[in-house]
């Protein structure tokens, strides 16, 4: 996992972003983030499908 992906995803959770409470998902330069409601479920390759709703 590339370290600018791991410090962009903290600066994001830094920000104390707005999720919906089902299935979402955050898409970073290599990783894509999946949560439900406010809890970070996994994390996947680029190249992988996420479901739910994608947050900016």
């Known amino acids: 996992m590339p ?3 791991l410090q962009n995803l903290a600066k994001w ?4 972003p707005t ?3 089902g299935r979402w998902f955050k898409r970073f330069a290599k ?3 999946c949560g439900e ?3 970070v479920k996994t994390i996947l390759e680029d190249s ?4 739910g709703s994608e947050v900016e």
Request: charged content about 25%; hydrophobic content about 45%; cysteine-free.
């Open 37 to 39: 409601g406010e809890l």
């Open 48 to 51: 992988h499908s996420a479901i």
């Open 31 to 33: 990783i894509i983030i």
């Open 3 to 5: 370290i600018e992906d």
């Open 19 to 21: 999720v919906p409470s």
């Open 13 to 16: 959770l830094d920000t104390d």
